[in-house]
């Protein structure tokens, strides 16, 4: 989930204060500026801003512990899901959904919203014009139903939308599709509209799909290999075929042989892919610069953009806007494509700290694509108070001597936050530390305070180490997110020793499969060279049995 503490816009910002208030799940501008629909669920914070946008106002409003459900707005189509098309600027509970733990969302242009609960379970209501909502009619629907044709014994952990189709992807790695197919983004291999879910089989069929995105008429899919699949509309080349002919079944993307993709995302008519590596490509229409290329000529084959030669850690486009955002591993948020009616060719460094901003100031309309939590900037939680006082001289008790370095902390704090020091911590005031260097046990210390970890790959090693030599379960799996997002063929191998090393079995698992996906850069590498025999004879006997080595 990503946060919005505050969108400021030349319409500015507007606090409405409620109690118990959290986190927005859905908020988006249906179409130009007059249509609203709006979702989300509750916890507790403070401040939920109101956005104006010309000629509509779109409030936020609270929801609850106890996963309520409410919609106000704009209730064409039925699309808010009360049951009626009366539309309200009050929020309305949505029963059916009320007690169900929304994992993830998405919606069309009718518009018709499909979404998945926890337990796997799909809903969709609205338009319905071309059977996008999957119950076998074209009736709207004025209520989320179920959708459990051919999806019996399946859990749903991903939903796509297009204009007018629907997709979903399995916990099984199988993809399911219906409605408005014609130009085949349904996969079905025709171009008849599918009233119910189909399995898109084809190139697919045996393969684990790992990951789906939609864009208005076409439909993309990458599998857990990392290759790329693309069907449907191709007029603009979003499919990356090099080509402009619509696909009726799924299509690889040649161009992409050898490249591990990680993350796809579409807009309107384009296609971005982020890969293990954190390089970014782009294909499709540009006629706003959505593609970053510093042109406005479409691309039917993807080019790799470059955003200051810094590692890309995610991406984001959305089916009803021209315009692209990514976040890098320092944390700064580009964007480029169609920016408040303007063309920016380029990918542009921002002052927002998160991505989901850009689309929410700049984007035409302005949507939020994902699912999204907002709090207030002004009201300290517990959790910001306690990242606040780390390393404070002025409130600790404790000091700890790393490599002729002081830490400030506070014995309370660490007795609760870590078994290992509920044993040792009594009246010492300062504690000498010579098993791990200075950034290893800050970090070590800091993750106690705030449940995040700030280090590279390399260093996350390290504290990988500390991790296991103090039974932290919670940080080795943090230290294993960090080193997977930050892997690169240079530090592969290392990592790969590192995960070994320290028995992290998932870790091991994914730094094997990146080094077999990019073996021949791999072993050139001088990690490569400089391999423990053992590990060395190890991998090679794995690589082997993974055909690795087949012409």
Known sequence: MGRLIESKNEFGPVCLRYPNVSFVVFVTLCSAA????????LGSGRYLPC???????????????????????????????TGDIQSSIEPRKIDILCGKKITHL???????VVLTTSDGEVYAWGNNGYSQLGNGTTTQGLSPCQISTNLLHKKVIEVACGSHHSMILTSDGEVYAWGYN???????????????PRRVTSCLQNKVVATIACGQSSSMAVLDNGEVYGWGYNG???????????????????????????QIVCGYAHTLALTDEGLLYSWGANAYGQLGSGVKSNQSCPVQITVDRERIVEIAACHSTHTSAAKTQGGQVYMWGQCRGQSVI??????????????????????????????????LTVAQSMKKEFDSAATSDLKFLVNGKIIHAHKAVLKIRCEHFRSMLHDDEVIEIDQFSYSVYRAFLEYL????????PEDAIGLLDLAAFYGENSLKNLCEQTIKQGISVGNAITLLSAAVKYQAKGLE???????????????????????????????????????????
């Open 34 to 41: 007059v249509k609203v629909l709006s979702w989300w669920m």
């Open 449 to 456: 305070y705030t449940d995040s970890i700030n280090l590279p």
């Open 106 to 112: 998405s919606y069309g242009s009718g518009p018709h």
């Open 346 to 379: 380029l990918p542009q460094l921002t002052h927002f700290s998160c991505i989901d901003d850009v689309f929410a100031c700049f984007a035409s309309p302005a949507v939020t694509w994902r699912l999204l939590s907002v709090e207030s900037d002004n009201h």
């Open 51 to 81: 956005f104006h946008h010309k000629t509509s106002v779109q409030f936020v409003w609270p929801v609850s512990l106890a996963h309520l459900v409410f919609a106000f707005g704009t209730n064409c189509s039925g699309c808010l899901g």
């Open 182 to 196: 014609n130009c085949g983004q349904v996969g079905s291999g025709s171009t008849s509209n599918q009233p119910t």
């Open 236 to 262: 603009n080349g979003q499919l990356g075929l090099g080509s402009n002919g619509n696909q009726p079944t799924p299509c690889r993307l040649a161009a992409l042989q050898g490249i591990h993709v990680c």
């Open 509 to 551: 698992e994914f730094c094997f499969k990146f080094c077999v996906n990019h073996l021949t850069a791999v072993t050139q590498t001088q990690g490569f060279s400089e391999m423990d025999h053992e590990l060395l004879k190890n991998f090679i006997s794995k690589a082997g049995k993974h055909g690795a080595f087949r012409n």
